[in-house]
């Protein structure tokens, strides 16, 4: 009897062990079926030259593996994708900047790494060349972010916005320049910055950016200036732009 009930151990361990081996390789195949349409997709918006489409699919990705927790597999897949050679530098160039999102909150001298990987893509190919300011700015926060007010102003200074053609880009990224200059309490750079951003925005007949702008030009003469009434102003003429 007790050989039987050894021998019934022994053939259901086998089974569960074998039923274990078999998960472990339909989510290993699995893995790499992901894996493949992953790259399949972005491969096929590359051949469409649809760069937001590219930044939609990395989006995609990254957001998943936040939500999921599993930033090494993301890591993993960015990090296939920056060394295969086979693969194109704008896939490299977002793959690097999609890992500095993955990075987000947790390091920050990791995330700026990221960042500036990209861009020394970028400045080797020539290619991408819009992103060269947008990326800069991102790297300004990571000093920022660490109280590296000397690195961030250092960065900042380096940005040529006006290598930025779309307008309404152009408008968003003077108006993040301005807040960081007044985080950092320049006031008298943010006020610049600002200033020309509402001014490419009237041109434009942008509206949100009218109103963005004006709205944190009413924050620094409230907090920084303590200029109430020049506040007030600049938020209703932000508040009339949003309607």
Same mark, same amino acid.
């Given at each position: 009897?007790?050989?039987?009930?050894?021998?019934?151990?022994?053939?259901?361990?086998?089974?569960?062990?074998?039923?274990?081996?078999?998960?472990?390789?339909?989510?290993?195949?699995?893995?790499?079926?992901?894996?493949?349409?992953?790259?399949?997709?972005?491969?096929?918006?590359? *051949?469409?030259?649809?760069?937001?489409?590219?930044?939609?699919?990395?989006?995609?990705?990254?957001?998943?593996?936040?939500?999921?927790?599993?930033?090494?597999?993301?890591?993993?897949?960015?990090?296939?994708?920056?060394?295969?050679?086979?693969? +194109?530098?704008?896939?490299?160039?977002?793959?690097?900047?999609?890992? $500095?999102?993955?990075?987000?909150?947790?390091?920050?001298?990791?995330?700026?790494?990221?960042?500036?990987?990209?861009?020394?893509?970028? *400045?080797?190919?020539?290619?991408?060349?819009?992103?060269?300011?947008?990326?800069?700015?991102?790297?300004?926060?990571?000093?920022?972010?660490?109280?590296?007010?000397?690195?961030?102003?250092?960065?900042?200074?380096?940005?040529?916005?006006?290598?930025?053609?779309?307008?309404?880009?152009?408008?968003?990224?003077?108006?993040?320049?301005?807040?960081?200059?007044?985080?950092?309490?320049?006031?008298?750079?943010?006020?610049?910055?600002?200033?020309? $951003?509402? +001014?490419?925005? *009237?041109?434009?007949?942008?509206?949100?950016?009218?109103?963005?702008?004006? +709205?944190?030009?009413?924050?620094?003469?409230?907090?920084?200036?303590?200029?109430?009434?020049?506040?007030?102003?600049?938020?209703?003429?932000?508040?009339?732009?949003?309607?």
């Amino acid at each position: 009897m007790k050989w039987i009930f050894f021998l019934m151990v022994l053939f259901y361990t086998y089974h569960e062990s074998k039923a274990a081996t078999v998960l472990v390789e339909q989510k290993q195949v699995s893995l790499e079926d992901s894996t493949s349409f992953f790259i399949h997709k972005l491969d096929q918006a590359l *051949r469409l030259k649809n760069l937001d489409s590219l930044d939609a699919i990395f989006l995609s990705f990254v957001k998943n593996k936040l939500e999921n927790n599993d930033l090494a597999q993301g890591h993993s897949l960015l990090n296939q994708i920056i060394a295969d050679k086979t693969l +194109s530098d704008t896939l490299k160039i977002l793959a690097f900047k999609n890992k $500095a999102i993955l990075f987000g909150q947790i390091d920050y001298t990791k995330k700026r790494h990221a960042f500036e990987s990209a861009l020394k893509i970028i *400045r080797e190919t020539g290619i991408l060349s819009d992103l060269i300011p947008i990326y800069n700015i991102e790297i300004a926060k990571t000093y920022l972010s660490q109280l590296n007010f000397l690195g961030a102003t250092s960065t900042l200074k380096k940005i040529n916005i006006s290598s930025i053609q779309n307008l309404e880009k152009k408008v968003e990224n003077l108006g993040i320049c301005g807040v960081l200059y007044s985080q950092m309490r320049d006031t008298s750079q943010a006020l610049s910055a600002l200033n020309e $951003a509402i +001014s490419i925005a *009237r041109q434009n007949n942008d509206y949100f950016g009218i109103g963005t702008i004006n +709205s944190t030009l009413g924050g620094i003469y409230s907090a920084q200036l303590k200029q109430r009434q020049t506040a007030i102003d600049y938020y209703r003429i932000s508040m009339n732009a949003f309607h």
